[in-house]
T-cell receptor
Framework: AQSVAQPEDQVNVAEGNPLTVKCTYS??????LFWYVQYPNRGLQFLLK??????LVKGSYGFEAEFNKSQTSFHLKKPSALVSDSALYFC??????????????FGIGTKLQVIP | DVKVTQSSRYLVKRTGEKVFLECVQD?????MFWYRQDPGLGLRLIYF???????EKGDIPEGYSVSREKKERFSLILESASTNQTSMYLC?????????????FGDGTRLSIL
């Protein structure tokens, strides 16, 4: 079975400060990992993914994420937060070793609030 | 850019009605998905389809059915709507099973059952 946890319901950060949104996962094999962002009254938009290779993955809008296999984490980061980054962020995982349809499991989401 | 279009942004229906939610994608994706999104529960998969006329149950299929007669269109059907089906419904599509491609989402349908 695969699962993903986003331990914080909400993260508050001041504009210009670095931000981190946490994600941990559990899979039996190797993971594909994704981050998505959802703005109010919109669907989810893909930000970045980890498949293999470099542990630091760069994505859209200046976001990056660090894959840590020993800690089974995939935290989303940005060096300098913008007010426009305020949104709901979802981490998702897929287990490469699962048979049949390779289902994606989403976390419950973390609300990011960037304070001017 | 991939476009996933859901036919309605907001929908209000009555208990017991049969409700149809429509989704169309324009990128020739093999996979299509229906999720519902509820606060504190995240996204839960209702049904998905990996090909025309093919469907698989997700985590919460009870009370729902789906139809995929054409590759670009995936419909979610609430057979007899109930108030606990009030939710945000999201459609998504992606390239075939086994690829590492992300899912592309529509803007959602906020459904209220009175």
């Amino acid at each position: 079975a695969q699962s993903v946890a986003q331990p914080e319901d909400q993260v508050n950060v001041a504009e210009g400060n670095p931000l981190t949104v946490k994600c941990t996962y559990s899979v039996s094999g190797n993971p594909y990992l994704f981050w998505y962002v959802q703005y109010p009254n919109r669907g989810l938009q893909f930000l970045l993914k980890y498949i293999t290779g470099d542990n630091l993955v760069k994505g859209s809008y200046g976001f990056e994420a660090e894959f840590n296999k020993s800690q089974t984490s995939f935290h989303l980061k940005k060096p300098s937060a913008l007010v426009s980054d305020s949104a709901l962020y979802f981490c998702a995982v897929r287990d490469l070793n699962s048979g049949g349809y390779q289902k994606v499991t989403f976390g419950i989401g973390t609300k990011l609030q960037v304070i001017p | 850019d991939v476009k996933v279009t859901q036919s309605s942004r907001y929908l209000v229906k009555r208990t017991g009605e049969k409700v149809f939610l429509e989704c169309v994608q324009d990128m020739d994706h093999e996979n299509m998905f229906w999720y519902r999104q509820d606060p504190g529960l995240g996204l839960r998969l209702i049904y998905f389809s990996y090909d025309v006329k093919m469907k698989e149950k997700g985590d919460i299929p009870e009370g729902y059915s789906v139809s995929r007669e054409k590759k670009e269109r995936f419909s979610l059907i609430l057979e007899s709507a109930s108030t606990n089906q009030t939710s945000m419904y999201l459609c998504a599509s992606s390239f075939r099973t086994g690829s590492n491609q992300p899912q592309h989402f529509g803007d959602g349908t906020r459904l209220s059952i009175l």
